[in-house]
Every structure is written in structure tokens, then in C-alpha cells.
């Protein structure tokens, strides 16, 4: 069957994301923040609220994380429409309480003809919709280490 989105060598793309879903997981754990998988609260703008799943959180220590294993294009294109997932994401950050950390995880992904990575192009192009409360963390994989962004 042609999959011409799905990632190459991949099971499954949902895969892919809950494999790096538990990452961020293991990774969080060694800083001291206990996280679990699909972690449900309310969020919304005004007085109505829905639970949303984020990636991972906490109630105790109110964390609460989104991850995203998003890469350049085969082609080294931007992949836009994964973008507008990103754009999301924050949207439920600016929806979420106030009152809890908020972490943003992408894969680390050097695009090597733009010189720049995926999470410092999207910082350059949509700083403007990434709340002021909200870290941006960037986890390379192959060394298992994290840097934050902003």
C-alpha cells in the first residue's frame, strides 16, 4: 500500500508519536517530573471548559506537555500542514490554566540546506502564537538530551 506520508522505516506514524511520547517520558523522569501518558484536563476560553488529552502531565506537580516528532519534508520542504498542529498545540496551552507549567517537545531536526532546525523555524515564524508561558524544548533523539528553545 502507498503511504507517501508516512515516515520511512516507520511502523505506523501513530507509532512514531508514542514512541516519542515515551521519550519525553523517560527524559522528563531524569529531571524529576514524574509525567504520565495522555494526561486529560479542562480547558477552554470564557466559563465553558472540555477535557483536552495533552501528551503528558501532572496534577501533583501541574505540568502539562505537548510532543511533537515532526520533521523537514523528504524534500526539505516545510511540512506546513504539520505546522498548523503546532499552532494548535499552543492554542490549547493559551487555553489551559494559567496555573500549570507548559512544555512544547519537538524532535530535534537540522534541516542542513536551511541551517536551521524545525523548532528554530517555527519560533522565527510564529513567535507571535507561542504564549509567553510556554517552553519550548527541542530533544535530539540519537543523544537523548533536550535543549530549550525559549
Not at 65 to 85: G, I
Request: with cysteine.
Amino acid at each position: 500500500m502507498n503511504k507517501p506520508f508516512q515516515r520511512l522505516g516507520a511502523k505506523s506514524n501513530s507509532y512514531v508519536g508514542e514512541q516519542f511520547e515515551i521519550a519525553a517520558q523517560q527524559f522528563f523522569a531524569k529531571q524529576g517530573l514524574t509525567l504520565h501518558l495522555n494526561h486529560k484536563m479542562p480547558v477552554g476560553v470564557g466559563d465553558t471548559k472540555k477535557d483536552h488529552a495533552f501528551d503528558l502531565g501532572c496534577e501533583d506537580q501541574r505540568v502539562i506537555v505537548e510532543c511533537k516528532s515532526h520533521r523537514w519534508t523528504s524534500s526539505d520542504k516545510v511540512p506546513s500542514a504539520k505546522l498548523t498542529v503546532w499552532n494548535e498545540a499552543m492554542y490549547y496551552f493559551q487555553a489551559s490554566p494559567d496555573n500549570y507549567r507548559k512544555i512544547f517537545f519537538v524532535l530535534y531536526d537540522l534541516s542542513e540546506t536551511r541551517g536551521e532546525t524545525l523548532a528554530e523555524y517555527y519560533i522565527r515564524r510564529y513567535k507571535h502564537l507561542i504564549p509567553a508561558d510556554v517552553e519550548l524544548w527541542e530533544y535530539n533523539e540519537i543523544e537523548a538530551v533536550a535543549l530549550q528553545r525559549c
